[in-house]
């Protein structure tokens, strides 16, 4: 199965300038940042009345990528980072783009052995959400 998205939005590192994670301001790092769980989440938007963006949808997407055999790569401003289930971890510089392009490979039949609340749960600073499963 593979899926790829893009947008053309301001990208990672703008994103994510004043973060504290960022160890530097390049589009490298920054999407290396983005990898981690709760940093790029909007911190204004609320999905519902009581929860709020979690900021884990690139770290379980990559998990998830991994565990099914695939790769998650990203592309952010003029930096390309792969990481896959079974070679080392793939960056390079790329020509300026504007925005974030995501792509997503895995083995379709590798999903039904994935455990996504382990995944969910095994997260820095993991909390429950009240009303929000993963099942």
């Not at 973060?19 to 519902?48: C, F, M, W, Y």
């Not at 790569?73 to 783009?97: F, H, I, K, M």
Request: proline share 4%; net charge neutral; aromatic share 6%.
């Amino acid at each position: 199965m593979r899926l790829a998205v893009v947008d053309d939005g301001c990208g990672f590192l703008e994103s994510l300038r004043n973060h504290p994670e960022l160890p530097e301001a390049a589009h490298g790092a920054a999407i290396k940042t983005a990898l981690k769980a709760k940093v790029s989440r909007n911190r204004d938007v609320d999905l519902t009345d009581d929860s709020i963006n979690q900021g884990v949808g690139l770290t379980v997407i990559r998990e998830i990528a991994l565990r099914a055999d695939g790769c998650l790569a990203l592309v952010s401003g003029d930096a390309w980072l792969a990481d896959y289930a079974r070679n080392p971890r793939e960056q390079r510089t790329v020509s300026d783009w504007q925005g974030v392009g995501a792509y997503v490979e895995l083995r379709r039949s590798r999903l039904q052995r994935i455990n996504l609340v382990s995944i969910i749960q095994g997260l820095p600073g993991y909390a429950p959400v009240k009303g929000l499963k993963f099942e």
